[in-house]
């Protein structure tokens, strides 16, 4: 099965381009602005690539996030990787999550990306 991932970089369906990294729009985006950084080359393990790689994820990521305060003013940014299937990860190439975030887009931001096991998330919260 072909990589989506792949084929929209063959087409040129990205956002920004630092050459080993690129920026694309999120297929079904958690908030306005939801974009996603991955590597130019096929790489499923995002702990796997290679330092050239991780850097260049990494200035994708800086200026896409610097691009997006100044287009959809966000209040904050999760960013977020999953690795392998039991964390969550459903497309085989390696991406890295920019998630703008807003002030009273949920109820209860504390937390952060603790939510992926809820039971556990407010660690905040007395113990029954």
């Given amino acids: 099965m072909p990589c989506p991932f792949c084929e929209l970089i063959a087409r040129g369906q990205v956002r920004l381009d630092g050459g080993a990294a690129v920026a694309i729009a999120d297929a079904f985006p958690l908030n306005p602005g939801h974009m996603l950084v991955l590597p130019r080359r096929h790489e499923p393990d995002f702990l796997a690539l290679r330092p050239e790689e991780l850097e260049a994820v990494a200035s994708v990521a800086r200026a896409l996030v610097r691009d997006l305060k100044g287009e959809a003013h ?39 990306i603790r939510w992926i096991i809820p039971a556990r998330a407010p660690y905040w919260a007395p113990k029954p």
Avoid: C, K, S
Wanted: glycine share 18%; aromatic share 6%.
């Fill in 74 to 112: 966000p209040d904050g940014f999760n960013l977020g990787v999953n690795v392998g299937p039991a964390a969550g990860q459903t497309i085989d190439h390696a991406h890295l999550h920019v998630i703008p975030r807003y002030a009273g887009d949920v109820a209860e931001p504390r937390g952060g």
